[in-house]
Each structure stands twice: as C-alpha cells, then as structure tokens.
T-cell receptor
Framework: DVKVTQSSRYLVKRTGEKVFLECVQD?????MFWYRQDPGLGLRLIYF???????EKGDIPEGYSVSREKKERFSLILESASTNQTSMYLC?????????????FGPGTRLTVL | RKEVEQDPGPFNVPEGATVAFNCTYS??????FFWYRQDCRKEPKLLMS???SGNEDGRFTAQLNRASQYISLLIRDSKLSDSATYLC??????????FGTGTRLLVSP
C-alpha cells in the first residue's frame, strides 16, 4: 500500500520562526510536490522536485524553500513564518513518466502562525 | 481565467439520486485528466482517471470532451458516504497537476 507521511498533523508557530515541514514517501517515486490548500483557492503548488537535489518553483514559491537530500524525503522550509502562511500544507508524490501521473498525498499539516 | 473551473456547490441531493458535476479547463494541450475525492479534513485521493473514450467504475462515470474542454462526473444511486468534495484535476505538463477548487456534495437520508 502506498504511503506518504508528514511529520506533524498540527503545528502552531510564531511570526518570524523558521518552520520545517517534512514529507516521506515509501513508493520510490521520483517526483515530489508541496501544496498549500486554502478555502476558495484550492490546492496551489509551492515547489516540486523531479529527483534528488533538484527543485523547481511552483506557482507560489515566495517565502518558502525546499530541500531534497534523499529520494524519499522532501522538506518544505518557511524561513520566517508569517500569518499569511497559516494554511493546510499537503505533500504529494508521483512516479515519473511521459504523462502527468496520479499523485499520492500525505495527510497534511495544518499550520497556524500567530 | 482559472486553469480549471468547477461549480463550488454545495449540491444537496437525497440518497439514491443521480448527480452530475462538470468542470472546464483552459489548456487545450492537457493530456491527463482525473477526478479526486477529498473528505472533510482529509487529503485528496484519486477517485478515477478520465479517458478520452469515457470510463465507468461502479456507480461512477467520467467523460471527457476535448473539443469543448470539459470533464464530467456522474454519480448514480448516491450514498451517504458519497458526501465529499470532488476535485477536477488536469495535467499541467512537466509531471504537474492542476487542481480545481472542488465541488461539494452533500447526500442526505
């Protein structure tokens, strides 16, 4: 059974703190993605990665960075958290291929920045 | 214009009803199409892929109309457990997916 796990289900941080969100997949997928989901806006892509050490900006990368040191792990970093980064963060992975393949999601991290 | 547009709903239907959702997409080059289901406070999960010839999975039927750039999902004999948000998803190229904001379905007894 495919599995994507995220380090925390709920997280509360203060403005200005550095925040790390971890995602691990056990499916040997090449592609990994970070989204945020907000009411009325749907899922928006923050960053994605096709392979170890590779990263690409998504639609809303400002205020975020990522790290992919191992194939199974993709980290999202908020360098200095702000209240407008309060959101649900979802990690996903997919197998590489010629088509845009199904993505498997983790359970999400609900981040509140005070 | 949004890349993928859906009616947010909610669609309120009684058990046993048939309900249909549509969505439109803007990128005529898209090659992959999906419907995902998202339960309240849960992650999205694949419901079904959508093929050019249309496809059926039990009570669920998905259709693709490339000429008009819309995708549909038909649910027959609705169950209480079908209550969820249904996300229309289109391939965005370069292994990415573009998600609609979802259509909420509420099935009542």
């Amino acid at each position: 059974d495919v599995k994507v796990t995220q380090s925390s289900r709920y997280l509360v941080k203060r403005t200005g703190e550095k925040v790390f969100l971890e995602c691990v997949q056990d499916m040997d997928h090449e592609n990994m993605f970070w989204y945020r989901q907000d009411p009325g806006l749907g899922l928006r892509l923050i960053y994605f990665s096709y392979d170890v050490k590779m990263k690409e900006k998504g639609d809303i990368p400002e205020g975020y960075s990522v790290s992919r040191e191992k194939k199974e792990r993709f980290s999202l970093i908020l360098e200095s958290a702000s209240t407008n980064q309060t959101s649900m963060y979802l990690c996903a992975s997919s197998i590489a291929g010629e088509r845009d393949n199904e993505q498997f999601f983790g359970p999400g991290t609900r981040l509140t920045v005070l | 214009r949004k890349e993928v547009e859906q009616d947010p709903g909610p669609f309120n239907v009684p058990e046993g009803a048939t309900v249909a959702f549509n969505c439109t997409y803007s990128n005529s080059a898209s090659q992959s199409f999906f419907w995902y289901r998202q339960d309240c406070r849960k992650e999205p999960k694949l419901l079904m892929s959508v093929y050019s010839s249309g496809n059926e999975d039990g009570r669920f039927t998905a259709q693709l109309n490339r000429a008009s750039q819309y995708i549909s999902l038909l649910i027959r004999d609705s169950k209480l457990s079908d209550s969820a948000t249904y996300l229309c998803v289109v391939g965005g190229g370069f292994q990415k997916l573009v998600f609609g904001t979802g259509t909420r379905l509420l099935v009542s007894p």
